[in-house]
């Protein structure tokens, strides 16, 4: 028994190493999924063999070697979706930024447009009040001062008319 699963662990061995070398020379997928596939076998099967996967490793990370342009590595295409991913993510914060400038921009303009906002010019209003407030207090300043002025005349007019008619 134990020698009839060492012959399937062989056989399984060999059916890994020809769909790797068939994978190396077509330039096929060579993950650890895609190989068990092809040799029909169950990816735990490579885990537990650690010189397979470390040959499965090896050549998805060496270049082609016929020569000709070399083929990308797994690294080079994990940088390559790490870049991109970070990419995406700046792309889609800039893009809610921008959303998020336009609903304010299109909400300011709706509410001035319907009248029920304060105007656009609130700032000139206020300074324009505060003038008219300050105007007025000089205003009242001088209306109390002639008040004191007419009722001290008034009191001299009295004295006045008092001292002619004693005499």
Request: hydrophobic residues 40%; positive net charge; aromatic residues 2%.
């Amino acid at each position: 028994m134990t020698e009839g699963r060492t012959a399937d662990s062989a056989r399984r061995r060999e059916r890994v190493l020809k769909a790797l070398d068939t994978a190396v020379r077509t330039g096929g997928d060579i993950t650890v999924s895609g190989l068990a596939r092809a040799a029909r076998v169950d990816r735990t099967f490579l885990y537990r063999h650690r010189d397979l996967l470390e040959r499965v490793h090896a050549a998805a990370t060496a270049p082609a070697g016929d020569g000709a342009v070399a083929a990308v590595s797994r690294a080079s295409l994990q940088t390559d979706l790490a870049n991109a991913l970070e990419r995406n993510s700046r792309l889609a914060a800039r893009l809610r930024q921008l959303e998020k400038r336009l609903s304010t921009e299109l909400g300011e303009r709706v509410w001035a447009a319907s009248g029920l906002g304060a105007p656009t010019d609130i700032d000139n209003l206020q300074r324009r009040i505060t003038l008219l407030e300050q105007e007025l207090e000089d205003t009242r300043g001088e209306l109390e001062e002639r008040k004191q002025e007419l009722t001290a005349a008034r009191a001299a007019n009295r004295e006045l008319t008092r001292a002619l008619n004693q005499s």
